[in-house]
């Protein structure tokens, strides 16, 4: 498992920036990923704004920074896992160490019904 959720995740992003990057003044494109679901016209500025594609930018920026930080590390074991290594988070003190770490995991949840999220990344 280790990185996948972090891969996972930046292909999520990595989708939803070229959305976001493809809407037009005109209205904005409401999509999932890359499947386009419809369009709302730009009078209709109260649900735009839920969905600017600037916060999205934004807010895609800064959980990428999130996963930048909250990176695995691989650290030999203590434990009696027959391991030599194991990885952790390298921000994160979690015992037992594991990775991906739970801010990985709730960063993981919020994109919980786009295709591709494993049950085993829950929180």
């Known amino acids: 498992m280790m990185d996948e959720p972090t891969a996972w995740l930046r292909e999520v992003w990595d989708a939803d920036e070229r959305s976001a990057r493809a809407i037009d003044s ?3 494109i409401l999509t999932i990923g890359d499947t386009v679901r419809g369009s709302i016209p730009p009078e209709d500025s109260k649900f735009r704004s ?7 930018l ?9 996963l930048d930080v909250h990176r695995p590390v691989r650290v030999r074991s203590t434990g009696d896992l ?22 990985v995991r709730l960063i993981a949840w919020g994109y919980r019904h786009r295709p591709g999220y494993r049950e085993e990344w829950r929180p």
């Open 26 to 28: 005109a209205s904005v």
């Open 50 to 56: 839920l969905i600017d594609p600037t916060d999205l």
């Open 58 to 66: 934004a807010r895609i920026d800064a959980e990428r920074r999130i």
């Open 82 to 103: 027959g391991e030599d290594f194991i990885e952790r988070c390298s921000m994160c003190d979690q015992f037992p160490a594991q990775y991906p770490c739970s801010t």
